[in-house]
């Protein structure tokens, strides 16, 4: 588990899958990241089970649950995805939009950026973003990372913003 000054970055588990079905069904989510065919408590298990649990074991890393210290309410994940057309591991966040513009993506992310470099050795990251997804776009800008080019996720055809950032 990680920490920050107000928030617990900790490993996703089969309990948070009523939270996963709120999160991936929010409107941006579904625009900005996707459709990931979640509607049901059975198919928010099966998403966590091939997404950040399967990453964990195969790769010692993947996305967290991020909540607030406080009151340990679920605000979003956040994390390192690898993916395979990359070479780099991704960061990616996520957040219910009842919590956006308080802060928390910019310290989870910074959070996940010094784990990614000082924990896994890593030496660069990359994030991928819509580019009509504005609100990402400037906070991966605020973490420092910079846009390198166009890219194609397999069996997409629309193009998205591929940043780096060296740690």
């Known amino acids: 588990m990680l920490e920050t000054e107000r928030l617990t970055l900790s490993p996703l588990s089969y309990r948070d899958s009523e ?7 929010e409107p941006a989510f579904i625009r900005f990241i996707g459709d990931r065919h979640v509607r049901t408590l059975e198919d ?3 998403y966590l089970r091939k997404g950040p649990i399967e990453s964990y074991e195969l790769n010692g890393f993947g996305l967290c649950l991020v909540g607030r210290k406080d009151d340990q309410a679920p605000l979003g994940m956040c994390g390192l995805v690898k993916r395979e057309a990359f070479e780099y591991p991704d960061l990616g966040f996520a957040f219910l939009e009842k919590y956006w513009a308080n802060g928390y993506a910019h ?3 910074l959070a996940m950026i010094d784990h990614a470099a000082n924990e896994l050795g890593l030496k660069r990251i990359i994030a991928i973003a819509d580019a ?3 609100s990402s776009i400037s906070l991966l800008h605020k973490l420092g990372f910079h ?3 166009m890219v ?3 069996g997409e055809t629309k193009e ?3 940043y780096a950032r060296d740690i």
């Open 19 to 25: 939270f996963i079905l709120e999160l991936v069904n």
């Open 44 to 46: 928010a298990k099966e």
């Open 107 to 109: 310290e989870s992310s």
């Open 132 to 134: 009509d997804n504005r």
């Open 147 to 149: 846009f390198e080019h």
């Open 152 to 154: 194609c996720m397999p």
């Open 160 to 162: 998205l913003c591929r």
